[in-house]
């Protein structure tokens, strides 16, 4: 599947204002999950009943699946309703999930992830009195560059952006350390993993112009699209392989692109007893899996709970739009997480810098180029 291509702070003085604002300050898409919209918003409609599909993933992946169901769970409640929520165990489920769902009454189904998109687009196609959303694809199956049905609202994230900042940070710690040199490896070669590998290649690419530096990039080639897959999400002995080819070429900094995987990582790292970090993928990290707290130096965030608080909510009052939902640096879909307990141990001025190349990348100054960006 290809997705279509509608392209599209200042410098703060203090280290810990920096990171806070590196976190999530700015202007939020719509809404934001912690706000008071939602049951004061407006009146429900009537029968309105919302329901998500998770990927193979299952709500416990410390990652998307697990972010889109915080995100729904937090407007159901705000609404006063019980949303319905069926977790997909395998690649065979997701048919029937969606069938289930229609026949129980959903009014608002919002898939998590490409791997659900022949599913939507038939069953939207089949239900056009129904409203659909889908994260990190643009259900464009026939790869015309267009959504293939009206009811299906895509959410999709310019991830290649906060990435960016990550691939800066992740060289700035291994150029400090001495060490010049980090990793990476993905899951699936799909835009929405590749989107991430690539702001974190220009990223490096960028501290080393910057600082006349040669940190190496192991895992991902940005010019020919072409690095480390598993071949899958599964946190298995495949993944973890995967991982130690990477970390056997001696980074210090490793970004592992595709929900569970992380934890194939993790458990390299641990094998080998070395000192490697890791950086986190749509959620924060260090926060959703406290186990590898002490491995993460900042996780590059997509607020895909947001983009599905305010779908369901926008559902709810009768105000569903089909216009896709891009996440960005400028209003907030993209972010990078805190850098928790190393925030005190980051090299000198990282912070100031990396709050520079925010401004320049919403500014415009900073164009971040990946042919996988949304």
Do not use: R
């Not at 939020?28 to 998500?52: H, I, M, Q, R, Y």
């Not at 069953?123 to 056009?128: E, I, L, S, T």
């Not at 072409?226 to 130690?244: H, S, V, Y």
């Not at 607020?303 to 996440?327: C, E, K, N, Q, R």
Request: aromatic fraction near 6%; charge should be negative; glycine fraction near 10%.
């Amino acid at each position: 599947m290809t997705i279509s291509n509608p392209k599209k702070l200042a410098g703060i003085a203090g280290a810990a204002l920096l990171i806070a604002a590196l976190a999530g300050c700015g202007t939020a898409p719509e809404a934001n999950p912690s706000s008071s919209a939602g049951a004061g918003a407006g009146t429900v409609v009537d029968g309105f009943k919302p329901c998500l599909i998770s990927d193979a993933g299952g709500w416990n992946d410390k990652s998307f699946n697990e972010s889109a169901k915080n995100g729904m769970d937090k407007a159901a409640d705000e609404l006063g309703i019980k949303p319905l929520e069926f977790e997909s165990t395998n690649d065979n489920d997701y048919a029937p999930n969606m069938t289930t769902a229609i026949s129980e009454g959903c009014t608002l189904i919002v898939s998590v992830g490409f791997k659900l998109a022949a599913a939507t687009v038939e069953a939207a196609k089949a239900n056009p009195n129904l409203q659909f959303a889908i994260i990190d694809d643009f259900a464009d199956t026939d790869q015309d560059g267009k959504t293939d049905a009206p009811n299906i609202k895509p959410l999709v994230f310019n991830t290649a952006e906060a990435a960016y900042l990550g691939g800066y940070a992740a060289a700035a710690w291994s150029a400090e350390a001495g060490v010049n040199k980090v990793g990476t490896f993905g899951g699936i070669q799909i835009p929405s993993v590749a989107v991430f590998m690539d702001g974190y290649a220009l990223g490096v690419e960028k501290y080393n112009e910057d600082k006349g530096a040669d940190v190496k990039l192991f895992g991902w080639d940005v010019a020919a699209q072409k690095g480390a897959f598993t071949g899958g999400f599964d946190a298995n002995d495949t993944a973890k392989q995967t991982a130690q080819s990477v970390l056997d070429q001696g980074v210090d900094v490793i970004l592992p692109v595709g929900g569970p995987i992380y934890t194939s990582a993790a458990a390299a790292i641990k094998d080998a007893g070395d000192d490697t970090l890791i950086l986190g993928v749509d959620s924060d990290l260090a926060v959703a899996d406290t186990s590898v707290t002490d491995v993460t130096l900042v996780s590059i965030m997509k607020a895909i709970d947001v983009s599905v608080y305010d779908t369901t909510v926008a559902a709810s009052t009768g105000d569903f739009d089909a216009a896709p939902y891009v996440g960005t640096l400028e209003n907030d879909g993209v972010k990078l997480s805190s850098f928790h307990d190393f925030e005190s141990k980051l090299p000198a001025g990282l912070t100031d810098e990396l709050a520079a190349l925010q401004e320049s990348i919403v500014s415009g100054d900073i164009k971040v180029e990946s042919k996988n960006s949304p």
